[in-house]
């Protein structure tokens, strides 16, 4: 979601006349585009604009805090970050050229109004490595968990027409996207008149020119039989689907307010995994308020059952404003958070290593994202079931290319491969 928001602002940025700059030295305008569901990320955010904010090249140079954290924390931001000219949350970035404008006439700007309405339509986003397109077909959030912050960051659901969402993927294909990713904190709740979300994925996939189409994240409770239909049958939908599942005991479960307990959450598991092929991952929260031992041993033999392919793991900190913060005290501490954090990692880490070790031999199409980090004459690419694959570069082969690789070697979270030959 917060890749997606970038890319819109650089489209607005772009038509505004800017261009983008690797370097701040160089930067007349520099933004920071932040999350608010973790403090720690918080923390960060503060540190790295305390870094831009007293090392400006120039008086001119234009600071922005952007995203969540800049609705969550705006008051705290004025206070902590007086250096930061502009605020801007999820709803304002329509806005942003005139918020920039006049910070450039030396008035500071917050703009954090939510807005039920916005959806961004007629608003192009750039694809900033050009390989991956990212479309939000839905904004906010209607689940609120007592532990999330996300509704009031990004204030209550709303949907994107149909019609503005395939413009976007067209619009997109036609610069060169290979990859369409559709975004929403419940995608899969997505619903416009009587156009439900596996219509949409179907009418995605359909576009002609592209070549594969993801999604995240869904929520389980919204998890219909045809959107495990969609995916099962359409060739170019991802066979990867990122699962949250948060807690495998019940009564945390409850707690948390998510709506389902184990066993509903398994079964639609059981139901995806039918579909040949399919990688599912998850997220695991650890220590949520008045988890017992038994509690959190729930979620090991849940990890220990349902075999994820990945798992995102986070111990629970409190966000303001949460129902939780106001009335489930935090009561797990801290060493004991990072205790069973550490254990749920360790079990993680091996089930997804037997799972990359068992890829070695097999043969996959990648899409090729990326020249690799470490080195030129390397390639990162991903699988259907998204999992990196690192590939030796070859003549014709560049970001945006599909080829056929023999995966050789595996570690916990890569796969290195060999092109294949025809």
């Not at 990212?134 to 209550?156: A, L, N, S």
Request: charged fraction near 25%.
């Amino acid at each position: 979601m917060n890749v997606a928001d970038s890319d819109l602002m650089l489209g607005l940025l772009d038509r505004g006349g800017y261009a983008r700059t690797d370097d701040p030295a160089d930067a007349d305008l520099i933004l920071i585009n932040t999350c608010a569901v973790r403090e720690k990320a918080e923390e960060r955010v503060f540190a790295r604009a305390s870094m831009l904010g007293h090392g400006k090249a120039r008086p001119d140079v234009v600071l922005g805090i952007t995203g969540c954290m800049a609705e969550h924390l705006k008051d705290e931001i004025r206070r902590r970050a007086p250096y930061v000219d502009v605020v801007i949350g999820p709803d304002g970035y329509r806005r942003l050229l005139d918020s920039v404008a006049q910070a450039r006439e030396g008035r500071a700007v917050t703009d954090t109004r939510l807005d039920r309405e916005e959806t961004y339509t007629g608003l192009d986003p750039i694809a900033a490595d050009g390989v991956i397109g990212h479309v939000t077909i839905q904004r906010g959030c209607d689940k609120f968990c007592t532990f999330c912050v996300v509704p009031y960051t990004r204030g209550r659901e709303r949907g994107a027409a149909p019609r503005e969402i395939l413009r976007q993927v067209r619009a997109l294909v036609a610069a060169g996207v290979k990859e369409v990713q559709l975004l929403g904190q419940t995608v899969n709740s997505y619903r416009w008149e009587d156009v439900g979300f596996a219509e949409l994925l179907r009418a995605v996939a359909a576009v002609d020119g592209v070549e594969r189409v993801r999604f995240t994240s869904p929520y389980p409770l919204d998890f219909a039989d045809d959107v495990v239909a969609a995916i099962a049958e359409t060739p170019n939908v991802c066979k990867h689907v990122h699962l949250p599942l948060q807690s495998g005991s019940d009564a945390v479960l409850d707690r948390m307010r998510r709506g389902y307990d184990f066993a509903t959450y398994r079964a639609l598991y059981d139901k995806l995994r039918a579909v040949p092929g399919i990688a599912v991952t998850t997220d695991l929260l650890i220590g949520f308020s008045d988890e017992s031992e038994e509690e959190f041993q729930a979620t090991l033999r849940a990890q220990e059952e349902l075999r994820f392919d990945g798992a995102f793991t986070f111990a629970y900190s409190e966000r303001e404003g949460t129902y939780a913060a106001r009335k489930i005290p935090d009561t797990v501490a801290a060493d004991v958070k990072q205790r069973r954090l550490a254990e749920v990692i360790a079990v993680q880490q091996r089930i997804t290593g037997e799972i990359m070790a068992a890829q070695v031999g097999k043969r996959e199409r990648v899409l090729v994202e990326q020249v690799s980090k470490r080195s030129a004459d390397q390639l990162m690419a991903r699988t259907d079931a998204f999992r990196t694959v690192i590939i030796p570069a070859a003549s014709g082969i560049a970001p945006g290319a599909l080829v056929d690789a023999t995966i050789v070697r595996a570690t916990t979270a890569t796969l290195f491969g060999a092109i294949a030959t025809p």
